[in-house]
């Protein structure tokens, strides 16, 4: 079965990175475009950034471009968030998400259980 | 970018009854359209996409509709188990992916 495993999430502070790493099985990552989507707890869902099957097209959103980087190792079946500058407004659950496989996609049908980043001094 | 307005926010509805949830779009997104259930401390759960088209292990008493601007999901018979917030995100035209601010279903 599908799994996706989100790590990495914990306390930050402003202006600092922080790395997300999402494991998955029971795919074939390879063939797979990945999201990352997050989450003010309490709040709605945002998507953040699609990256294609092979790495060779990303894409984010205006909230998170020039400061977070979406990248992935097929080799080792992983997806990363790489999140720069991060602010108090960065502060969600960050879900990885599977693209799924129908017609122009931009559609979610696997999710992990999702990792918290906490911005704060 | 499209905006997706969800109604009510809130529905409070006994066992057995029909919920219906509205999911509005600033502009036409044809028939690309999903709905997500997220119950607490959960990931979100894909219901329904292309407007009416079933999750695989979704049960037949959810149900989706509409095309263009207009989206509804119903749920014909509730059961406990369906308290949750329901999501509506359009896949028409993106980047950006953008998801209604959801509707609480208390049961």
């Known amino acids: 079965q599908v799994q996706l495993v989100e790590s990495g999430g914990g306390v930050v502070q402003p202006g600092r990175s922080l790395r997300l790493s999402c494991a998955a099985s029971?795919?074939?990552?390879?063939?797979?475009?990945m999201h990352w989507v997050r989450q003010v707890p309490g709040k709605g869902l945002e998507w953040v950034a699609l990256i294609s099957y092979d790495g060779s097209n990303k894409y984010f959103a205006d909230s998170v471009r020039g400061r977070f980087t979406i990248s992935r190792d097929n080799s080792k079946n992983t997806l990363y968030l790489q999140m720069n500058s991060l602010s108090t407004e960065d502060t969600a659950v960050y879900y990885c998400?599977?693209?799924?496989?129908?017609?122009?996609?931009?559609?979610?049908?696997?999710w992990g259980q999702g990792t918290l980043v906490t911005v704060s001094s | 970018e499209i905006v997706l307005t969800q109604s009510p926010a809130t529905l409070s509805l006994s066992p057995g009854e029909r919920a219906t949830l509205s999911c509005r779009a600033s502009?036409?997104?044809?028939?690309?359209l999903a709905w997500f259930q997220q119950k607490p401390g959960q990931a979100p759960r894909l219901l329904i996409y292309?407007?009416?088209n079933r999750a695989t292990g979704v049960p037949a008493r959810f149900s989706g509709s509409g095309s263009g601007t207009d989206f509804a999901l119903t749920i014909s018979s509730l059961e406990p188990e369906d308290s949750a917030v329901y999501y509506c995100q359009q896949r028409s035209y993106w980047p950006p992916l953008t998801f209604g601010g959801g509707t609480k279903v208390e049961i």
């Open positions: 292309d407007a009416s």
């Open positions: 998400a599977r693209d799924a496989p129908v017609a122009g996609s931009g559609l979610f049908d696997y």
């Open positions: 502009q036409s997104v044809s028939n690309y």
């Open positions: 029971g795919f074939t990552f390879g063939r797979s475009a």
